[in-house]
């Protein structure tokens, strides 16, 4: 049993209170130990992000009510954060009802689902929650019985006193519970002796699913709520000159027509407060369909913005950022990126002597990946509800960190934070897009300006082309080899429209003696963010490829080459500051190649491509196995390995490396956005080509390492390597390497 | 504006709207009916799948003006306890992520074995291509279908 210090700091509290008509309610807090990574900039988080607040609620008739305190956007929080509370409350999980927190930082701390972070970051809070609570509990039983505390025992939500052969209901002792102090120290259970955590659970919402019960942004209203939608303009770069909405004004059901300002300028701007149009052309009316068909018949000019000027916020005082007016087209950023990827880079980390050992190789291999902007394509487009008056706000939506947003609400609508009411809904999706905060802005804005209830709604047109893209990337890996062949050098130089995407001190930095990572970027009007494992989605993708290209230079099965890396950067690391563990890396591979049969002579009619990946705390790997169908290169079947610790729902989480993998696959080889002039070419599903059931593998075997480590990342650290596992194993069949993506672009021209 | 009669989910409903308003905005903003979902609008995603008079079709793409008096069905009215076979098959498969898509999913999924109780797996492939699932939850689609089939 694990003893744990409930460290509740200056600012937390831990309270307990009584229910009305009796029953306990207790607060809780602590410190979550965050390390976040990739677009989450700790410059932007709120300055009490770590502060972690939650309820359990008991009523005296033995109802045990859990909030989930996280957003909800398919990771299953909704479940599995409740699982842990009552885990260590030790409840009957039959007779847990869940409920999501309302947005409110101070009881539920940080609230932000991204980064892979839900369950991470509320682990040891969640677990001291329930220990803490059951402890009152107890505490309140050998009160009443007059028996000591450490002769009693709990199962499933019961207290035992086996001498006396006395027990009772949690809720029983609830009142009395809430009177009882907070421990300061409390026993964790031992991970062996889970009954809720580590055992499959359905999701809790999942009847409200399948019946069409209003869950989402997108269903909620009120009386009187009016639609809104944005006309923003068909081009990157442009901004709106004039409109005429005479003729629209007359139609059925329109209300008004007019502009506002997003942000007004000079406005510092936190790191979610991306803009990307700032004068808002808005329609609003009675239905969705009528300001839809209003939007068709008005009338607007366009004109070019030119260069704007953005004033970022951070911790280190303000900093202005200019932002290219151009209107920018695919065809042109692939040639500038050819020209900067020439230039000398911004240098992010050095080993050795790479230079020298380039200039004296037998041998060296050097080859260009590259790319393209990805929509997120949330199922449910971007929405918000607002009803703001002069006083106060109430604002419901899909959000994945509905308190980046709120401070911005405050400052825009000049209101005090505790007089906006945030009601954060289920997600149909989110992928990154989610934690932006514009559309809610906009909301609030419009309905300020029409003082009514309003809903602003993007249609899927809206979602596609107003969108903030995983950003266009390029990266050209060399190897050097000596004359037996070894590796001797690892040169990787990566570039990006507007951020570069290396990670400098993962795989294989730390295994190799002389080691270069350089990064450089190229600005933009085109808004980019974080994307389902930002970065790192093309990273895997272009080094484990260039790895297998590697492996085969130097006549080694690429399994076995990774893992003769890993060994090297485990006994023996090069530099410092490597992220990843070498051991547990090597422990994916070992287990996808045990699993998938890599070798085996009765896989013989599969072409077979391996890939594996560090990032968000947990280790990946995949096989992918090709067939040919209709003369066709198809993804049949595929193997999966994943480290994430403690798993704390298992068949959720085979469902989450599934979707992984799925969506890899699609991205890989069908997601694509290209510009024109400023206009993204794809508005809608029939030219931005999305999988499809028929295109998915038959079979997706997911397995986990089983280890107590406490847990890590899940929704993202799977998705990343697949789209190298794919490339590997296409070039296999197809007899030609993959560098480009979408794939599919080079598979047609092959045809 | 003109009031249309309609039948959905076994009721008679009259709602004051557009001809033109295809039955997807009906049932959202008139009926309140949010189950039927939008993601698209051009009827490429499967979200806004309701049956008319047992087929599956795309409510998106269906004027409200053109359903005269056939039979509404919508996730509401697929079973009044939610428990439908192929509901209860994706509880069993908890084959939901996010679950934005899946009351499309599973109209389609549910007009397909009415026609079809036994579907082949190609066969399932080539009827529910047709519903986009961002989330990737295809396999327990698929599952959670040979599921309900056998309960059928
Ligand atoms: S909304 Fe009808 S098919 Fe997409
Ligand atoms: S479950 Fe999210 S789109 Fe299907």
Redesign the interface.
């Known amino acids: 049993m694990e003893k744990n210090k409930t460290d509740y700091n200056r600012r937390a509290f831990l309270k307990s209170t009584f229910l009305a008509g009796g029953g306990m309610m207790i607060s809780f807090s602590g410190l979550a130990k965050l390390s976040l990574e990739d677009k989450i900039n700790p410059a932007d988080l709120p300055a009490d992000w770590h502060e972690l607040t939650g309820y359990i609620k008991i009523t005296s008739d033995n109802i045990i009510k859990i909030f989930n305190p996280n957003p909800e956007f398919g990771q299953n929080v909704m479940t599995s954060l409740p699982m842990i509370v009552a885990e260590e409350l030790d409840v009957d999980w039959k007779k847990v009802v869940v409920e999501m927190g309302h947005h409110d930082n101070v009881k539920f701390g940080p609230q932000f689902a991204g980064g892979s972070n839900s369950v991470r970051m509320y682990w040891k809070p969640l677990r001291d929650a329930g220990a803490a609570a059951r402890n009152m509990l107890l505490t309140a039983a050998s009160q009443t019985w007059n028996v000591p505390v450490e002769e009693l025992t709990t199962k499933a939500g019961m207290i035992y006193h086996e001498k006396s052969g006395k027990s009772g209901t949690y809720g029983e002792f609830a009142s009395k519970a809430a009177g009882v102090s907070i421990p300061k120290e409390v026993k964790l259970k031992d991970v062996k002796n889970f009954t809720v955590v580590r055992n499959s659970q359905k999701n809790v919402e999942g009847v409200k699913i399948v019946t069409g019960k209003p869950l989402f942004g997108l269903d909620y209203t009120q009386e009187g709520t009016l639609i809104a939608m944005i006309q923003h303009p068909p081009a990157f770069g442009m901004k709106v000159k004039s409109f005429d909405a005479s003729e629209i004004l007359k139609m059925p059901g329109i209300k008004d027509v007019f502009t506002l300002k997003l942000y007004e300028d000079g406005f510092e701007q936190a790191g979610f407060d991306t803009r990307t149009f700032n004068d808002l052309l808005v329609v609003v009316g009675n239905t969705t369909w009528q300001v839809m068909n209003a939007r068709k018949k008005l009338k607007v000019s366009w004109e070019p913005k030119g260069d704007t000027k953005d004033t970022m916020a951070g911790r280190n005082g303000k900093r202005e950022v200019i932002v290219p007016g151009a209107l920018e087209s695919t065809a042109t950023h692939f040639a500038k990126m050819k020209e900067y990827a020439a230039k000398p880079a911004q240098l992010l980390r050095k080993d050795g002597d790479p230079e020298t050992a380039f200039k004296n190789a037998a041998k060296v291999l050097e080859r260009t990946y590259n790319a393209p902007f990805l929509a997120h394509n949330c199922m449910e487009p971007m929405n918000c509800f607002a009803h703001v008056t002069d006083d106060k706000a109430l604002i419901v939506g899909p959000h994945q960190a509905a308190g980046w947003i709120e401070p911005t609400l405050s400052k825009v609508l000049n209101l005090p934070a505790d007089k906006i009411d945030m009601q954060i809904t289920r997600m149909g999706g989110g992928f990154g897009l989610r934690a932006y905060g514009h559309t809610f802005v906009e909301a609030a804005l419009i309905s300020r300006k029409v003082k009514a209830p309003v809903k602003l709604v993007y249609t899927r047109e809206d979602d596609m082309t107003y969108g903030i893209y995983r950003p266009i990337y390029t990266a050209t890996y060399r190897a050097a080899f000596d004359a037996n062949k070894n590796l001797i050098a690892f040169h990787v130089k990566g570039g990006g429209i507007p951020e570069h995407p290396i990670h400098a001190n993962r795989f294989p930095a730390g295994a190799v003696d002389n080691y270069l990572a350089e990064g450089w970027e190229i600005p933009s009007n085109i808004t980019i963010g974080a994307f389902r494992a930002p970065r790192s989605n093309f990273n895997a993708a272009a080094e484990q490829s260039f790895l297998d290209e590697v492996a085969e230079a130097m006549g080694k099965d690429p399994i076995e080459f990774r893992l003769e890396l890993l060994k090297r950067a485990k006994e023996n690391p090069v530099g410092k500051n490597n992220e990843y563990d070498a051991d547990r890396y090597a422990e994916v591979l070992k287990l996808v190649k045990e699993k998938s049969g890599w070798g085996s002579a009765t896989n013989k009619q599969y072409s077979r491509g391996v890939a594996a990946y560090f990032c968000h705390n947990s280790y990946a790997a995949h096989v992918v196995d090709i067939i040919k169908k209709d003369g066709q290169p198809f993804v049949e079947r595929v193997t999966s390995a994943v480290d994430c610790g403690i798993v704390i729902n298992p068949d959720a989480a085979v469902n989450m490396v599934q979707g992984c993998v799925v969506d890899g696959i699609g991205n890989a080889l069908y997601g694509e956005l290209t510009f024109k002039e400023g206009v993204p070419e794809k508005n809608n599903f029939t030219r931005y080509r999305m999988i499809r059931h028929r295109e998915a593998p038959k079979k997706i075997d997911v397995h986990f390492v089983q280890n107590e480590i406490n847990p890590t990342g899940l929704g993202e650290p799977p998705f990343p390597p697949i789209f190298a596992a794919v490339a590997n194993a296409l070039y296999k069949s197809e007899k030609k390497r993959f560098y480009n993506q979408p794939f599919s672009n080079d598979l047609q021209k092959k045809s | ?1 003109p009031v249309i009669s309609l039948n959905v989910n076994g009721k008679t409903v009259s709602v004051d ?2 001809p ?3 039955v997807l ?1 009906v049932l ?3 009926l ?11 009827a ?2 499967g ?1 806004c799948t309701i049956h008319l008079n047992g087929n599956a079709v795309r409510s998106c793409q269906l004027p409200v003006s053109a359903v005269g008096k056939n039979a509404i069905t ?3 009215g ?2 009044e306890n ?1 428990d439908h076979p192929v ?1 209860k098959a ?2 069993e498969q ?10 499309g999913q ?1 109209m389609t999924a549910t007009a397909l074995l009415k026609s079809n109780p036994n579907p082949t ?1 190609a066969q ?3 009827s ?15 599952e959670a279908i040979k599921t309900a089939a056998k309960q059928m």
């Open positions: 504006m709207a557009d033109a308003t295809p905005w959202r903003e008139h309140n009916l949010v189950g039927t979902k939008y993601g698209c609008g051009v490429q995603c979200t919508t996730i509401e697929l079973s939610g509901q994706w509880i908890d084959v939901a992520q996010c679950g934005y898509c899946q009351t599973i797996d399932i492939e080539a529910m291509s047709g519903n986009i699932c961002r989330c990737g939850t295809y396999l327990r689609i698929k």
